[in-house]
């Protein structure tokens, strides 16, 4: 009896144990339920919301590129898109050949769909073929019972109207890759996103993106979506015009014609560029829709580079159109005056090596302004050795050549004037006499950009106001692109006399009777243009060849010919634009540049009259240089006045 008591007294302090421990599990339940449904009842009532609404971005309109008079150089068109939403497909290999018989759809993207599919849900479409045309688009839909699961999407896409003939100044959109995702804009997560890769697409890109707007569709429990509940279009991108005249800018490239070539065409007052092409150029369109393999082989491997824009990153020696910049620098230093003379047999000998003219017998005696006009080297020799290449560095770098020029494009060269200071830091070696003298007529590290030069030009012909070149006229701030204000441009400091000589030389080798480039000259009353040819050498001529006759540039592989140079201004007497001009391995500057030069001049000053600024506008521009030109002139005279009289140096 009495184990029974124990064994019942045992039982029941278990049972009572174990209702406890139920009593204190129900306890802990009913808390843990009341709090989950009565405190936090707002917070999963907002969870849930959110997975019944979805939100998502709606990519906006991209902004337009225009031209100066607002002709539309980068626009959005319709964009035919054909998709696949797997579910709605029995037989996906089936549908896709199906599609491949009335649209070409090759082995990479068929294979690129299954993938897709393969990481997605099955409602979810995936694109086949972008940038249908309307007759591509309207058999899809014709044969709409043969392609089961196959829909038409339309969107927008970016288009060149103009195709290759802006394409280095405009650049291309792309889809987003991996290394642009540093914003925070979820617009760049979209898959069908497009971004700015060069060009002014990429420098303007977050104004020409605009906002993303939103849409709030209700989706079940896998996310499919059920009824779009709200729609904010968000704000399109901003328009963003230039300064080109595509007009013009359509000439300039069709005057170069397949040539490897650059031209800049540039207001000398503003430094607006009016025209700026590279030949051959490619056609952005393409880039747009994605290249093949073997588009892209064709570009990469072309000799002639399409994809390279040649006026802003090609550096070339700039041969003879870099002796204003030594005249100016002998006449600025005292080192020459105007009148003085060098004669010229043909060579000068420095050490036991000797430099050669151009020409074979020589110029005879030639001072500044008839050394410029027949572009004698001799001369040229000569000053630069009295001058020294420091002297003529600074000055190089005053017209501005050696350094970028900031122009809103990336990847803007920068050229090389060198000094003794630059080949002892880079090379480690002394500067010797003899590259100075190589260095005067354009030649050995010398190199310069197209835009460069054209800024040169533009210097003297505008009395050394130091205008920088712009490609757009309006600029983005706080977000928002606004109208420039009128430029307003330092003095660098250069003379009235010597600027005068320099000018009245170019306008003697264009007018002149024994002018490098009298063939070119414009006859129309006015429009006197002012000019100088040069020609760069790419290969070292031997001494041999000198004595057995050098070969002309016809009869050399391309790649082996000299570049055609040629910079010029016009009207002569009142200044309005700039032009620079380099045709790659063609051969004399005076044959081969300034017949283009000239025809583009004239097609430039020919054009509306409307976009030229009047005389007053000028005036006002250049107001504010005038004491700093006149400090300039007072600092000539005096040194002037201090030089002694007339001679004549003979090498």
């Known amino acids: 009896m009495q184990k029974d008591g124990d064994r019942s007294r045992v039982f029941t302090r278990r049972v009572v144990l174990l209702a406890g421990a139920k009593t204190l599990l129900v306890s802990a339940l009913a808390a843990r339920m009341y709090y989950l449904q009565v405190m936090e009842a707002d917070k999963y009532s907002t969870l849930a919301e959110e997975n019944r609404i979805n939100l998502r971005l709606l990519p906006p309109p991209r902004g337009p590129i225009v031209d100066r008079f607002g002709v539309p150089l980068a626009v959005n068109s319709q964009n035919f898109r054909a998709q696949v939403i797997a579910e709605h497909t029995r037989d996906l290999e089936r549908t896709l050949r199906t599609f491949s018989r009335l649209v070409p759809l090759s082995d990479y993207d068929r294979q690129r769909v299954i993938k897709e599919i393969s990481r997605r849900r099955s409602f979810v479409a995936v694109t086949v073929r972008e940038n249908l045309t309307w007759e591509q688009m309207a058999l899809v839909q014709v044969n709409a019972p043969d392609l089961p699961g196959v829909t038409i999407d339309e969107g927008l896409t970016r288009q060149y109207p103009y195709g290759p003939l802006a394409s280095h100044l405009l650049g291309y959109v792309a889809a987003v890759a991996e290394e642009d ?79 490897s070539a650059a031209a800049v065409v540039m207001d000398v007052h503003t430094g607006e560029i009016v025209a700026m092409a590279s030949t051959p150029a490619y056609d952005p369109n393409a880039f747009t829709r994605g290249l093949t393999s073997g588009e892209w082989r064709a570009l990469a491997s072309n000799p002639r580079a399409p994809l390279r824009n040649k006026a802003l990153v090609g550096q070339y020696a700039p041969g003879s159109t870099f002796k204003m910049v030594v005249a100016l620098a002998a006449l600025e230093s005292g080192v020459v005056r105007p009148d003085q003379t060098v004669y010229c047999p043909g060579h000068l000998t420095l050490g036991n090596h000797r430099f050669h003219c151009w020409r074979r017998g020589g110029h005879g005696h030639m001072n500044v302004t008839t050394a410029i006009e027949q572009s004698c080297d001799v001369y040229f020799y000569e000053i630069s050795r009295r001058v020294g290449i420091d002297r003529i560095a600074a000055m190089a770098r005053s017209l501005g050549l050696g350094h970028a020029l900031g122009l809103e494009l990336p990847g803007e060269a920068t050229g090389l004037i060198p000094t003794k200071a630059w080949k002892s830091a880079t090379l480690g070696q002394p500067w010797v ?18 835009l460069q030069l054209a800024v040169m030009t533009a210097r003297i012909a505008n009395d050394g106001i130091a205008v920088t070149p712009t490609l757009c006229r309006q600029t983005t701030v706080d977000g928002r692109l606004v109208t420039r204000p009128t430029p307003q441009f330092e003095h660098v400091g250069l003379s009235r006399p010597s600027l005068s000589i320099v000018k009245a030389a170019m306008w003697r080798v264009v007018n002149g009777d024994r002018g490098t480039a009298r063939r070119s000259a414009i006859t129309e009353d006015g429009w006197a243009m002012a000019g100088k040819t040069g020609t760069s050498q790419v290969r070292r001529i031997s001494m041999r060849e000198r004595e057995t006759g050098v070969r002309k540039n016809d009869e050399l592989p391309w790649k082996f010919r000299d570049h055609a140079l040629f910079v010029c201004y016009a009207p002569a007497d009142a200044p309005r634009y700039a032009i620079s001009v380099i045709i790659e391995h063609a051969g004399g500057g005076s044959r081969h540049a300034a017949p283009i030069a000239h025809d583009v001049m004239l097609e430039t000053l020919r054009l509306d009259p409307s976009r030229q600024r009047s005389d007053e506008d000028i005036a006002a521009i250049r107001e504010p240089q005038v004491a700093a030109q006149d400090a300039a002139d007072t600092l000539a005279e005096s040194a002037v006045a201090a030089m002694p009289a007339p001679l004549t140096l003979n090498p």
């Open 181 to 259: 995702m540093t914003g925070d804009d979820p617009l760049l997560e979209l898959p069908d996103f497009r971004i700015g890769k060069s060009g002014v697409e990429k420098v303007y890109d977050l104004s020409l993106r605009g906002k993303s707007g939103t849409s709030r569709v209700e989706v079940n429990a896998v996310g499919r979506m059920i009824r779009e509940l709200r729609r904010d279009e968000g704000e399109p991108g901003h328009e963003v015009r230039l300064t080109l005249d595509m007009r013009l800018q359509a000439y300039t490239a069709q005057r170069l014609g397949d040539e």
């Open 433 to 450: 006499q003899g590259e100075t003298l190589v260095a005067s007529i354009g030649q050995g590290y010398v190199l310069a950009t197209p």
